[in-house]
Each structure stands twice: as structure tokens, then as C-alpha cells.
């Protein structure tokens, strides 16, 4: 069992998180997660505070020269301008008051449902911990979770295919095509003509005060035929996956392979046929299942889209209603973001990688990397010689 | 803590059930459940099985006299042809290879992923399971949620909103218009002229030997703020119920509120503006948001779409190879389903019930209905007091 | 994960159990798990019922031929007097009052606290569930763990050591001989001596209406090193152990090994030396650790401690007060049973069993016993090269 | 759901924790945590490190202004002496073999059977880990449990009954007797007589190079009736709480009220009599159950007592066998703590607090405090009705 918290607010002093599960033995460095923590933060139509702060993790616990011992590993991303909010966001009673509660929720924000629920007359006690910036800590626990999964040669990438309406074309590429086209995009957009298009999009929603979402699609590759379970509800690898999506801060919509797609076409155009071959066994030629059938990984690349809503805080006013006073006010800010698809995607490769992780070792076992790679040698040779074939398809 | 497990092969002798975590007090009635159990098996489209078994619950354990002892309740639905299937399906050994195995996987289906990862030689040990007979005792089990929710004025119905391409308009109505119109549809279709669209395209897939998938869309109404939460990925309501839909057998896709549809809408027409009246304290008149804001109810009515593959067992032959030969053959069947949509649509009422009576008993308390009954009043007359309104919004 | 609900009251019509995560392929026969649930009941001193009611389990799902689909296993145990039972027990509301509520609480009993806690005015609403009936189905669900165990040479078995202060001698004895001799005694007591002395003393405490209670050891054999673990309060194997046994209906003290004797010695007294051989590798002379040290089985027996309280149903009266009239009475019964220990300790036996079962299928993945073996084996050739011996010690 | 995570090495930087699912508004200071830390620390026949080391916590997280927000609240204890450590036990890859690896596993603690599981040829990537050193973040955590108790009226204590043979005397005492000569005493003992006898033993183990376990209790005070259930398993507080006290370094034993003396005395001696008063309704003269029954609090005290063994690392040798020569050895130590059952008794009233405040969230719902003490309340109005009392109970 792989499990994580996750602790902080987004202007309290650090982001703390304990993965809880990882096997002994995994080869971890700082530049691994940071590198990660740095596409997060990078992305054309981002505000200010990205280019404030550069994260940057620190390993705490469970790692001793450079290699997980198997106890929780314990990670902090600081935040670089604790010193400006070190009064308003402390834990001390001392400072008690130092800062004017915030009354008016923002429409599109946990603002207002937060502030009910937990009783809170100051909403700032809400927004803090509801931020997007929580997920730099899950970018973190991700990056670790990649690791065990390059153990095991499963590589995970994404790209972003469409922002404000303007969608990319939707060639099938290989992971590796489109990690090196999405790496070396400023959106994260594997087509060129799509990303001019795009960035122009998202000029013009700066002009306009507006903000953009889209739909980014993580793509896994080299994950063994049978990961999660047809068996109970609960198990099944879709149904993780797409919690896990869902539960990034603004995600709508998740989808896996041909997701909605599969309410327009028959039978026989949705499903994918199966082969065999002499080197690799059985395979498809298709992959509208997105690698998923009956709950389980099928050996095919594991495909799921999500779809982000547009960042909430606008310097158009939206209109709400001060809790306190009761009266209505126009909720807008100075400055922001107008579009950060780019970096959800990086979030969203991050919850996948968890997911993926956690199912390995139910699988494998997860004691240590070593004897994980030997059970996964034992599963590879078992398929040989299921499939009769030359080579073990995992 | 509400959880629950389900048993039961397709055609083993019977399906069972265990809801652990009902508070005490709770009315309960076979016919609560046998009128969901039907919901289940109507549809236009529908292969003979369903006609054949007219599915009933024995309500076995945790209910007494009518009400719910706080015990784990137990729920059984027997298998109506388990006589011709008996000796194919025992538990007991010495039936051991009375029926022929299954070698033969069949796209779309959890066949191969299962077969190899269980180590199985016959693929009927994997499909047994794997099938979506199982969504049965999930329908039984979410009309005990149902029941809850209910104490609190909480409805829940569903329509379906597109079949093999063919979308149903998308006006907004009340639950209750919805529900009237859904009930009287052969296909759940709220769009009479949709409809008849829609049983045309079945009929014309059926001459075909081929099979459609569509898109379900759920409606919880009288949901109160607050619940799930912000404060941790895996308490966000709309990740446990992307879990939960996407868990159900053929489930590709899922969306909260406008879902997909945000990546085309600037930010300003995307958000919600709030909005506060003396009655009901605040309000939205848009919900784009699909009632869920930082991963808690805001209030307003839930609601979720789900895309469903359409069924992989055809006439129409697909390609695919025989596991112990390795030889390809064309997997067809003789007789199947055309489409399950509308079933499944009932499938996904179940399952959101349940993730909604579990937040209800985590912000409430779960001891007893009555527990549970003063709990929210308290709630109800602090949410009064809070917003400033002469009724209790929830 | 391996898991598992029970359902069911005292004097319903049947118990229920479900487990899931069992892996596919094991072998389960109705004769194994019939023979614990015989086991459970056997034992000098019990009333009336065990001798009207020979429990046998029926396996209704999750097994095909004989073997384990991987898919969850539901039981069923039948009450044989539920003809008896029907009116007053059933989920019908049309019986609705067809039997006197029951307002007097039994000292010792979940009654008083059960019927405050869920608002509930027929005590008999929470004595059916709390009752000491629910552990025949965790019997069954104890005898599937054993089955597992047995795959990979794990033995368990139970004795009676003491019977209202009377107590067998501590003689060291394998678990090959306990077993022996335990199944050979009216009340599992491995020494004939004291065995006399205390059916002796159960004659007389039925002679003055009174019960007794005891101590039993479960001693669990040929358990690979590693099972559990240091690195996480949860995952401890002591820890879960403790839990499981603690819930057994009266249990009220869990120690392993030497257990509260560790008061009592100085530490070179109390921890075991550590040895190597070329055949096993590392072992121990003593064991007072009792198999578990820092979380984890060592590879010694692990053996368990628990302690029962006499049955508080006693036909000596116990003062109490009608929860409606708030008058004082005597609770007394007619008949019941003396001492339940020897049945207790193969309750004992099960759940101990079904925490190794689950820590197994951590250690050693859990998708078919053929792979769990597969990988146990490659555990067993890594232990023997890391202990340079000449078998492996598991 | 209350849940927590700790992580953190002995002699690695610091120690963390994240405690997840506190409601808001709870009041908490560094003080409230640091004062049970001390606590931890106390104690006559600790050794070196323990005066060296003064535990201090930081509130890092989840707390602003003194008040818990309803996040996770993030908790970091630094160790004192981490520049002595630092290159050993650096995550930096850099500091690669700047120590010796240790090799000889201690009998006693985890080390050969976590280098065994884990693969690792370092048993200091063992015993860093499993050391109790981890339970100072423990305490932290249950300090804030604590807290939360005191918002309910609920106390908590430990006194140390035993250590090395030596008992205290065994006389009824409030609390609040307790733990007024708890805290004055050196050994937390509340029988002076006995302390005196106690601290002359340990004098004499130091002397031998020897250690020296004991008992120690646990009082909870002020538990409303009905934490806790019956209805399930692992739903028992009494479980709940064996499992916490069992994960606690070095414990081999735990009971709850008069535990294994249980098996000694007749039922009529040992269940607690039901008396009903017109101030507090239903009440025992007796609590041999220790406050919990049918695994629900009853209303009277918790008492727990747990079975401390001998510190393992002792000045006399005892024998063990090298894990790379194979060579046996004599395993000593220069300097060490000869006793730390009183320690062990602050870390007990920790997770017993943990298990109690995640008890109160279930019962009462848990997202603010405010909330949960209207509920709270609810149900002591409730009690006073159903109890026909003039005041409620609880």
C-alpha cells in the first residue's frame, strides 16, 4: 500500500508532504523532483508569482545517500516570500488579527462553500489551503512515484491539446515524439500551428481581463498488462485514475482513450481488436480502451484527457455578495494568471504516476526495488511463456 | 464511515451485498430496492437476458421490522436461470471441467488483461466477474443510499442524453421534470424527438450486429453546502464521484457540471456569480460549476455526465486470437444487448447515491437517523443564522 | 489488500461474509471451513444452543471447481432456529411488534451503551449484532486465511492455558504437539492435569449459576521473516494482531510472547539471542519476543496471548435497571454456557489467521497463488544466498 | 476520519508529521505539544541523549493564529544533534559510505529481520527507522488530540504500575489524583513506597549493565457513552486502541480494565453492576470492564495497561552473529537508557488520545469545533431525556 499527505497553505511558510509505502532501495535525487517542480511552474499566459518563486524541494526523511530506506519519505517546498506573509498566515496567537479577514468570496473558488461547512468568518482560512499551489507538493510526490516507475521502464508524459476552444490536431505519436515536442513548448502543445494559435487565444484574454481552460492529455507507456483489478469495484484502475485526476484543483472532466468520444460511434469502431505475434505476443492495433479494459491495464499506452476550467480569479469582475454585509460586490483582481493548462498537465502526470506506482507494488510486492524488479522478472517470464513467444512483452 | 462490498459471478447462483456504516433507524423496504432493481433492466435495446430475469432482493441481515439496526446490511439477489448454470459455475469441485474453458478473448471485455494477470487458463473465470451483472447489487446497495438521502430531502434521478451520436437538447429542467419525463421514456431520454432518434439508431445497429454506446447525465438536488472537502485530494466529493462512475463497467468518461465544455468558455462565462436573497440566503442562477466548488457542494443541484462505450459483445464480428492456440478468430455472439445506456444511467444514480450518503454521514454524524436528523437541523438553523434569511436554505 | 465484512444478528436468519483480495487459484473446500466452524462449538462447559445448531458454511461465490477466482468470496451460515425466529427478527415491517421489546441492559453486555449510543429503545436492536454468534462467520472467513497459509507452510493452532485460575503448566511444546494434544481435549487444554482440575471447576461454577472465563496461546508456525513492518505504526504486525484479536466479542487483554512477563525480568533475561547454522541460517534458543520483533515476524512461532472474560450472561443475578421504568432488576438466564474459552480460541485462531493471509499477499503481491508462490520462492532463494546457507529458512 | 503520517529518522535531521481530518477552530499552541514532549523526555534512569536533547515541536501548517483551519495541520521536531549526523545519514548521494555500515543485528530490536525484508545491507537503514526515537512526533500528534478531548471535558493520564518486578499498590484513585502524584514523581508512579523500590532496582540494573521493562496505565476520563461500535469489528475502540498501544516501541502486551486477571475470577465478580441515579442517570460502582463494552465506551473511565519490555540495548553483552562474516559476537553497548516505561506511558496517552479524538469526529461530525460541540450537545440533551435525568451525563 502507497499512500501520501499532503500539508500547507499557499502563503503559510512551507508545503510538507509524507509518502508512506515506497519501497527500499529507490535511487531519489533533489534535481529529480526539482526538474518536475520546475515544469510546473513554467507555461505561457502565467501571472507573476511563477516567476517569483522557483520551487525547490528538500528531502526530509526516509532517503540516506540518495536511496530510499523503505521508512516515509518526508519532502518541504519553502515559500519564497514566507517574510511578506509571515504576521497575516502564522500558527502563533500573537499574531492574532494581524491581518483584515476576507468576507467576499470569489464565484468558481471553494470561497464560499468552505466558509459555511468549517464555520469560518475569515475565508482567507479557506483559500489557502483550496490554492492551486498545493499541488507543487503533489508535482513532488509524483516525481518520486516516476521514479519507481522508470525501474520498471514505464515512462509518463503529457501535452496539452487544447486551450480556449483552440484544439490541437490529433495525430497519434508516439510518448516519446510527444514528450520531446511537449517539452519544447511553451504550452505544452505537440502541434505548432495549435500553439501560435493558442498563445494568440490567450493574448487576448489577458487584454480582456478573462482567463482560459482547456484539455491536456497524460499519456503512460510500458506498463504491464494487469495492473489494478476487474475484481471489486474499488480496485479498478480507471476509477483510481480518474479520482486522482479529479481531484486536482479546477479539473472538470477526465476521460479514458476515446472517453466521450465513444457516445458517437458503434461497437465495431470503439473496441480494439486483438493480435498476436511472435515477438511480442498479443497486441492491438487500435487504442480507443486508452490501455484500460475491465478495470486493468492491457499493455497498450494508458491515454486520459482532463479537462481544466478557467482560472476563477479574473481582473473582470464577476459578481458576488460580501458574507458579512450581505451586499453584493464585483469580485475581480489586479493580476494573475490567464491560463494554466500547461501546468495542470505537469500535476496531472504526477497523480497518474502515484496511481501507477501504488498499483505496481500491490502487484509486485514492495519491500524493496530489488525484489520488486525480481517478481516483476518472474510475472515477464510467466507471460513468455503464456504467450508462446520470444521475448516478454513487459 | 459508509462502505460497502459486492460478491457474485453473472452466472453464479446469486449476487450478495454488505452496506456497513447505515445508521440505526433507517426505513427500509424490498420494494425500495426491487423499483431501482427494475429501473435497472428496462431500456429500449435490451437483449433477452434482461426480460428472462426480472431481478428481486432479499434483504438478509441489518434490518429488523422495517428499519435499519446500525448493523451491516445484507443483501442478496439470486440468479434466475442458476439451474441451467449450476453444475458450469459450483463451488464444488467435483463438477470440476463440466463445461468446455474459454480460450477465446474477446475485445473490449477484461478476458486477456484478466486472464494473464490471474494466472487463469479458462477466460470464463475472469468474464464471470468482470461482467456488468454486478451492477446489480451496486443498484440495491445505492437504493439503501437513496433512502438516506431522502430523510434529507435529497433527490437523485438521471436521463440519458445521447445514444450512438444522436444528443438529446439540452434545456435546463428541474429534477422533478427531468424525472417525470426520464421515467416515462423507453430510453430515460428527457427529448421525446431525441428519442425516437435515438431507438432509430438502435434499431439500425441491431440490423447491423452492432452495438452503441452514449452519455448519462445525473442530477442530485436539495444537496446541502458543504459537503466533501477542500482540504485533502481524496476527500474532494467530485473525485470520489469521478471514482465512482468511472468504476462502473464500460464507464470512459465523466464530467462535473459543464465539464469538457470549459475549455471553449472564457473564465467570465464560466463561473458561477453568487448571488443572495432574504429567503434562501445564497444562491447562483447559472451552475456551471455542476454543484461542486473546491471539491465541496456549494448548494446548488449536482450533477454529472458519463460516457459509456457501447457494449463489446456483438454480432458483428471483431478480430482476435485464441489464447491457447494462438490462432485469430472473429469473436461474435448470437444474441446480446444493443445498447445499455439507460441501465446504466440507473447504475450511476446508484453510485453517486452512495458517495453522497457517505459525505452526509461524515458532516453529520452516523449513529442513528434521528442522530443524523438533529445534527442538521443544528446545521440547517447555524447556516440561518449565518446568512441572515428567514428559512434554512437546506 | 485482503479485507473482509460480516453481516448478520444472533437470531436472524443467516450470517454473511464476504472477503476480497483472496488470490486466484487456491484450493477451498466446504470440508475445511465446516471443520473450524465444528471446532468453534465443540468444548466442555457450553449451553444448550451449540448442541442444537451444527453450523456448515455454504461457499456462494468467488469459488469455481474448487479454486478461488480471485474475485470476492461470499459465505453463508444458516441459523437452524430461525423458524423460531422469523416474526420477531424479520426485515418485514408488516411483523412490526410481534415480540416484547427487551429494556433491561445485562451488565457486561454491549446492551447499555448500544442502546444510547444509536437511539434505540429494544435492546434486543443491538444485543443480536454484539453477540458472540458473528464470530462463527469469521471462523469460516479464518479458515480461507488458513488455506493461504497452508500454501506456503504456515501452520497455526490453538490451546486453552487457563480456566478460571486454574492453569496449565508452560511446558515448551512444538506446535505439531499442541495441536496434538489440544484436539484430543474437551476444552483445548494441551495439559491433562489441569485440564481435570478445570472441567472441575467449570462443574462447580455451573453449579453456583456462575461463568468463567480464561487465557488462550495461538502459536503460528513457519512464518517467513518480514512479515509486517518497522517503518509505520499501522503496518506493524503486533499491532494488527492486538486489534484482531481484541475484537473478539470478551476479549480483553492481547500479549505476544513473554507479554506482561516482560515486567518482570531484566532485558539480558528477556531478549533472544541471535544464532546462525549452515543449514537454517539465522535462529534463535528462546523466544520471547513471541516471532515478532521492531513490527515484524522474525521467523520464529509467533505466539499470541489473549484473555476472556466470563460469559456475562450468568443464571446468578447481576443487579441492573430497566432502561424504561429506570426500576433496578436481576438479570439472570435460565441456561447458557459456563466457559466459552476453548470456542474463543479458535475464534483466535481465525482472525490471527487472517492477518498473516494479508500480510502475506503484502509481501508477496496477491493475484494467483501460482505467482505469490513464484515470488515467495525467489524470497526463499535470495534469504538462503544472504545467509550463505545451504536451504533456504522459510 | 481522523489520520496521521509520521516520518523521520533517529539521528536524521528532523522528525514530521501530518495529522489530517482536525475540524476547525480548535485552539493549539507549540506550548500544549512541548509540554507532553517533556514529558516524554522525563524520567529517572534515562540515559545521555535525553539530556542532551530538549524535543521542542514547530507548528508548521494547518494552524493560523492559534487555531486549527481544518487542514492538515504539519508538525517538524529537529533533532539536536544533526550536525554531528548530517554526512551520515545525508538523502545527499554525495555523502556515499562516509560511515560504516553496521552489520550486527541486536537481538531485541528489528534489525535483523528489517535487513532480512528489506534487502539492505546497512542495518543502520533499519534501526534508524525503528527506533523510538519516532514516538516523540507521536506524542506531538497526541497532543493535539488531547486538545481536542479537553474541548469535550475528556482527561487523560498514565501512572507506571510496575517496573522490574516491582508493583505499585493497586488502590482506586481519581484522575485527578493520578496525575497530580504522576507528574510529581520521577517514574510517573503514583505509590511512593513503590517508587522508592523501583528507582533502588534500576539503580541495581545500571549497576549490572542490565535494562528493566514494566507496565504502565492509562486513564481516559469524561468518554461519553457510545464511542466507538459493536456492530463491526474493526469499528471496536477497544481494538482500536490494543492496535495503537501495540504499536508502540518495545510493548508485548496490552489490556483493558482488569485484563488478564479476568481469567481469574468468576462472572459475578467481574461484570460491572448497572445503578441508575436521578443526577446522572445509569452509573457502575464497579469498572472491572475499564470503561468499554461490546467495544462502545460505557461512560465510566477508560483504563488501559500495557507491558513494556527491557530496553534491548544493554551494556551486557548478548550474543548475536555478525550478517556479512557470519562470525558470532557479543553485542553491547557503552552507554544507555535503563529504563523508559515512564516514557513509554506519555507516548501510551498519546495514541490513546489519537483514537479517542477520531472516536468524537465519527460521533459527532467533525468540521469545525463549534460544529462538533453543538452536536455534542444534541446528544447530551438527548441522554438527559432518554436517562430521565436532571442533568446529562456527559
Given at each position: 500500500?502507497?499512500?501520501?499527505?499532503?500539508?500547507?497553505?499557499?502563503?503559510?511558510?512551507?508545503?510538507?508532504?509524507?509518502i508512506?509505502?515506497v519501497?527500499?532501495?529507490?535511487?531519489?535525487?533533489?534535481?529529480?523532483?526539482?526538474?518536475?517542480?520546475?515544469?510546473?511552474?513554467?507555461?505561457?499566459?502565467?501571472?507573476?508569482?511563477?516567476?517569483?518563486?522557483?520551487?525547490?524541494?528538500?528531502i526530509l526523511t526516509g532517503v540516506?545517500?540518495?536511496?530510499t530506506l523503505g521508512s516515509p519519505i518526508g519532502?518541504?517546498?519553502?515559500?519564497?516570500?514566507?517574510?511578506?506573509?509571515?504576521?497575516?498566515?502564522?500558527?502563533?496567537?500573537?499574531?492574532?488579527?494581524?491581518?483584515?479577514?476576507?468576507?467576499?468570496?470569489?464565484?468558481?473558488?471553494?470561497?464560499?462553500?468552505?466558509?459555511?461547512?468549517?464555520?469560518?468568518?475569515?475565508?482567507?482560512?479557506?483559500?489557502?489551503?483550496?490554492?492551486?499551489?498545493?499541488?507543487?507538493?503533489?508535482?513532488?510526490?509524483?516525481?518520486?512515484?516516476?521514479?519507481?516507475?522508470?525501474?520498471?521502464?514505464?515512462?509518463?508524459?503529457?501535452?496539452?491539446?487544447?486551450?480556449?476552444?483552440?484544439?490541437?490536431?490529433?495525430?497519434?505519436?508516439?510518448?516519446?515524439?510527444?514528450?520531446?515536442?511537449?517539452?519544447?513548448?511553451?504550452?505544452?502543445?505537440?502541434?505548432?500551428?495549435?500553439?501560435?494559435?493558442?498563445?494568440?487565444?490567450?493574448?487576448?484574454?489577458?487584454?480582456?481581463?478573462?482567463?482560459?481552460?482547456?484539455?491536456?492529455?497524460?499519456?503512460?507507456?510500458?506498463?504491464?498488462?494487469?495492473?489494478?483489478?476487474?475484481?471489486?469495484?474499488?480496485?479498478?484502475?480507471?476509477?483510481?485514475?480518474?479520482?486522482?485526476?479529479?481531484?486536482?484543483?479546477?479539473?472538470?472532466?477526465?476521460?479514458?482513450?476515446?472517453?466521450?468520444?465513444?457516445?458517437?460511434?458503434?461497437?465495431?469502431?470503439?473496441?480494439?481488436?486483438?493480435?498476436?505475434?511472435?515477438?511480442?505476443?498479443?497486441?492491438?492495433?487500435?487504442?480507443?480502451?486508452?490501455?484500460?479494459?475491465?478495470?486493468?491495464?492491457?499493455?497498450?499506452?494508458?491515454?486520459?484527457?482532463?479537462?481544466?476550467?478557467?482560472?476563477?480569479?479574473?481582473?473582470?469582475?464577476?459578481?458576488?455578495?460580501?458574507?458579512?454585509?450581505?451586499?453584493?460586490?464585483?469580485?475581480?483582481?489586479?493580476?494573475?494568471?490567464?491560463?494554466?493548462?500547461?501546468?495542470?498537465?505537469?500535476?496531472?502526470?504526477?497523480?497518474?504516476?502515484?496511481?501507477?506506482?501504488?498499483?505496481?507494488?500491490?502487484?509486485?510486492?514492495?519491500?524493496?526495488?530489488?525484489?520488486?524488479?525480481?517478481?516483476?522478472?518472474?510475472?515477464?517470464?510467466?507471460?513468455?511463456?503464456?504467450?508462446?513467444?520470444?521475448?516478454?512483452?513487459?
Amino acid at each position: 500500500m502507497l499512500r501520501y499527505l499532503t500539508a500547507g497553505e499557499s502563503h503559510g511558510e512551507l508545503l510538507m508532504g509524507i509518502i508512506e509505502g515506497v519501497p527500499a532501495g529507490l535511487l531519489i535525487r533533489v534535481t529529480d523532483i526539482d526538474n518536475d517542480l520546475g515544469r510546473r511552474q513554467a507555461g505561457y499566459g502565467r501571472g507573476g508569482r511563477m516567476k517569483i518563486e522557483k520551487d525547490t524541494v528538500r528531502i526530509l526523511t526516509g532517503v540516506r545517500w540518495g536511496r530510499t530506506l523503505g521508512s516515509p519519505i518526508g519532502l518541504m517546498i519553502r515559500n519564497k516570500d514566507w517574510d511578506n506573509w509571515r504576521a497575516k498566515m502564522s500558527p502563533d496567537p500573537s499574531f492574532l488579527n494581524t491581518a483584515e479577514p476576507v468576507t467576499r468570496p470569489r464565484p468558481g473558488h471553494a470561497d464560499l462553500a468552505g466558509a459555511l461547512k468549517y464555520g469560518i468568518a475569515d475565508i482567507r482560512n479557506i483559500l489557502e489551503r483550496s490554492s492551486a499551489r498545493e499541488t507543487a507538493m503533489r508535482v513532488a510526490v509524483g516525481a518520486v512515484a516516476k521514479r519507481l516507475m522508470d525501474e520498471f521502464g514505464i515512462g509518463i508524459t503529457s501535452h496539452v491539446i487544447a486551450i480556449g476552444g483552440v484544439y490541437a490536431k490529433g495525430d497519434r505519436m508516439s510518448l516519446k515524439e510527444v514528450r520531446k515536442r511537449a517539452e519544447a513548448s511553451q504550452l505544452r502543445c505537440a502541434d505548432q500551428q495549435a500553439e501560435k494559435r493558442m498563445m494568440h487565444r490567450i493574448d487576448e484574454a489577458a487584454r480582456a481581463g478573462d482567463s482560459l481552460g482547456g484539455i491536456y492529455e497524460i499519456i503512460v507507456s510500458g506498463v504491464p498488462v494487469g495492473l489494478g483489478s476487474h475484481a471489486h469495484w474499488d480496485r479498478k484502475l480507471d476509477a483510481r485514475l480518474a479520482a486522482a485526476i479529479m481531484s486536482i484543483q479546477a479539473m472538470k472532466g477526465v476521460e479514458v482513450g476515446s472517453g466521450f468520444g465513444v457516445a458517437n460511434k458503434p461497437g465495431s469502431q470503439v473496441h480494439d481488436e486483438i493480435f498476436w505475434g511472435p515477438k511480442g505476443g498479443f497486441f492491438r492495433r487500435t487504442n480507443h480502451a486508452g490501455g484500460i479494459e475491465g478495470g486493468m491495464s492491457n499493455g497498450e499506452d494508458i491515454t486520459l484527457r482532463a479537462a481544466m476550467k478557467p482560472i476563477p480569479t479574473l481582473m473582470k469582475p464577476l459578481r458576488s455578495v460580501d458574507m458579512v454585509t450581505r451586499k453584493p460586490f464585483k469580485a475581480a483582481v489586479e493580476r494573475s494568471d490567464v491560463c494554466a493548462v500547461p501546468a495542470a498537465a505537469v500535476v496531472g502526470e504526477a497523480v497518474t504516476a502515484f496511481e501507477i506506482a501504488a498499483a505496481l507494488i500491490e502487484k509486485f510486492g514492495g519491500d524493496s526495488i530489488d525484489e520488486m524488479k525480481r517478481n516483476h522478472e518472474q510475472y515477464r517470464k510467466y507471460l513468455k511463456d503464456r504467450m508462446g513467444v520470444e521475448e516478454a512483452p513487459v
